[in-house]
C-alpha cells in the first residue's frame, strides 16, 4: 500500500500570500494518479486536482497541482478567505487508493 | 447532474450492525469505481470499502471480516453493510466516485456507544 505524506501539517498564512502543500509517496504513482480535496469544517471534501494537474470543473485558477512520481504539490496562487481549509492528497495509482493526513491552512 | 446521497446512520451500541445506503443519480453506480470513505471526529480521511466496475471489492484491514460493500444495478444504489461495530467505527461515512470524477455525497454519522 502507498503511504502519502503531507507536509506541513498546519500552515499559517494571510490573505494574499502564496501557499504550497506538499504530498510525497512511499513509492512512485504511476501516471500521476494524484488527487487534491479542499474540505471544511461540516462539509464533504471537495475534488480541485486530479491527475496531478487538472483542474476539477469550477475550481479557480488560482489552483494548480504539480509533480510526479514522489513527489506532489498544490499551490494556491493568492489566498482567499474561503481557501482556508483542511486539504488532503489521494493517489489512485495503485490499489487501494489511499490519502494523505492532511495539511490544515489556516488564517495568520 | 449527479447526486449521491447516503442514509442509514444512527446510533448503534458496540457490536450491533447498520446498513448504509447510498443512492445515485445522473450516472450508472454499476459500471463505476465507488467507494467508502470515513471521518472519525476531528481525524483525516480513512478509505474503508472499495467496489470496482467489473465487481472486484476491497477492504482496509480495520474493517475486513466485518463490513460488506455491495451494489443494487436496478436501484442504482450502493450499500455499506456493517456487522460486530466497534467504538472505534464512530465516523462520518461518506461514498464516493472515482476520484478523476470526484463527486461525493454529504456524509452519514454513525456513532458506536454504550
Known amino acids: 500500500e502507498i503511504v502519502l505524506t503531507q507536509s506541513p501539517g498546519t500552515l499559517s498564512l494571510s490573505p494574499g500570500e502564496r501557499a504550497t502543500l506538499s504530498c510525497r509517496a512511499s513509492?512512485?504513482?504511476?501516471?500521476?494518479?494524484l488527487a487534491w480535496y479542499q474540505q471544511k469544517p461540516g462539509q464533504a471534501p471537495r475534488v480541485l486536482i486530479y491527475g496531478a494537474s487538472n483542474r476539477a470543473t469550477g475550481i479557480p485558477d488560482r489552483f494548480s497541482g504539480s509533480g510526479s512520481g514522489t513527489d506532489f504539490a498544490l499551490t494556491i496562487s493568492r489566498l482567499e478567505p474561503e481557501d482556508f481549509a483542511v486539504y488532503y492528497c489521494q493517489q489512485y495509482g495503485n490499489s487501494p487508493y489511499t490519502f494523505g493526513q492532511g495539511t490544515k491552512l489556516e488564517i495568520k | 447532474e449527479v447526486q449521491l446521497v447516503e442514509s442509514g446512520g444512527g446510533f448503534i451500541q458496540p457490536g450491533g450492525s447498520l446498513r448504509l445506503s447510498c443512492a445515485a443519480s445522473?450516472?450508472?453506480?454499476?459500471?463505476?469505481?465507488m467507494s467508502w470513505v470515513r471521518q472519525g471526529p476531528g481525524k483525516g480521511l480513512e478509505g474503508v470499502s472499495f467496489?470496482?466496475?467489473?465487481?472486484?471489492?476491497y477492504y482496509a484491514d480495520s474493517v475486513k471480516g466485518r463490513f460488506t460493500i455491495s451494489r443494487d444495478n436496478s436501484k442504482n444504489t450502493l450499500y455499506l453493510q456493517m456487522n460486530s461495530l466497534r467504538v472505534e467505527d464512530t465516523a462520518v461515512y461518506y461514498c464516493a466516485t472515482h476520484p478523476a470524477r470526484g463527486e461525493w455525497g454529504q456524509g452519514t454519522l454513525v456513532t458506536v456507544s454504550s
Open positions: 467496489i470496482y466496475s467489473g465487481g472486484g471489492t
Open positions: 513509492q512512485s504513482i504511476s501516471s500521476s494518479y
Open positions: 445522473g450516472f450508472s453506480v454499476s459500471s463505476n469505481y
